[in-house]
Structures are given as structure tokens and as C-alpha cells.
């Protein structure tokens, strides 16, 4: 059965789809900026800074549908310029611990917002 995650402690979702949807086992959570959830406004900065709020939003909604950051099995990264991969990928990495999980990169382009990375991904159910 398919569940929908809501969360005030992450962004609301700006269109019609939810922060997460529960299926089976696993969580799929959608595509996460720099959106301060409190305020509802982006907080944009370098790739670093905005990978870390996004990060900070990916991890809350986890945390509504009962899981965490351990149980991501799968990431993918939308960046507005290829050539931030590596600061990224240093904020990134401190996220997560080996075995890592599957992760694609691309360049997007424009993103919403004009912001510099969104992530999305997928999660197996698992405690905290």
C-alpha cells in the first residue's frame, strides 16, 4: 500500500506531489534543495552550503517515514554546473558511511530557483 510522508520539518512540497511516498519496503523521497523549512524560503550560498540544507531536509524526511540516512540505498544528484561536483561530493561523503549508496550525477541546468543542487532518493524502511 502507498503512503504518503508529510513532514513540516522539510520543505512543502510546491506542486502536486509529496516529500515522500512509502512503497513496500522502500522510500522514495523526492527531489530536495536548499529550502529552509522553517521559513519557507531558499537558502542559497555556494554548492557546500546548499548541499548541507538539502542534505538537512532528505534526513527529516527520512526520519518521518521511520527510517535514516543508513538505510539510502540509491542518490541521485541534479547539479546547475558539472564543474561542483568535487565541493559537492566533500559535503556529500559526510553524509554517509561505506557501503555507500548507488549514486548518479548529473548537470541539470536551470533548477528551480536558480539553486545549485537538488537530490533525491531511495531508502529501504529500517529504524533509526
Known amino acids: 500500500m502507498r503512503n504518503a510522508i508529510v513532514t513540516d520539518k522539510a520543505p512543502k512540497p510546491l506542486g502536486p506531489y509529496s ?20 521559513t519557507g524560503k ?5 554548492v557546500r552550503s546548499e548541499t548541507k540544507r538539502t542534505f538537512e531536509n532528505l534526513r527529516a524526511i527520512l526520519e518521518a517515514a521511520g527510517s535514516s540516512l543508513d538505510h539510502v540505498v540509491k542518490c541521485n544528484v541534479y547539479l546547475r554546473d558539472i564543474n561542483d561536483f ?10 554517509y ?11 541539470a541546468g536551470a533548477l528551480p530557483g536558480g539553486i545549485a543542487v537538488e537530490i533525491e532518493c531511495i531508502a529501504k524502511k529500517g529504524t533509526r
Open 19 to 38: 516529500q515522500a511516498i512509502v512503497e513496500g519496503d522502500f522510500i522514495f523521497v523526492a527531489g530536495q534543495g536548499c529550502t529552509n523549512p522553517q
Open 86 to 95: 568535487a565541493a559537492m561530493n566533500s559535503v556529500y561523503e559526510t553524509y
Open 42 to 46: 531558499l537558502e542559497l550560498g555556494d
Open 97 to 107: 558511511t561505506a557501503p555507500f549508496p548507488a549514486r548518479t550525477t548529473i548537470q
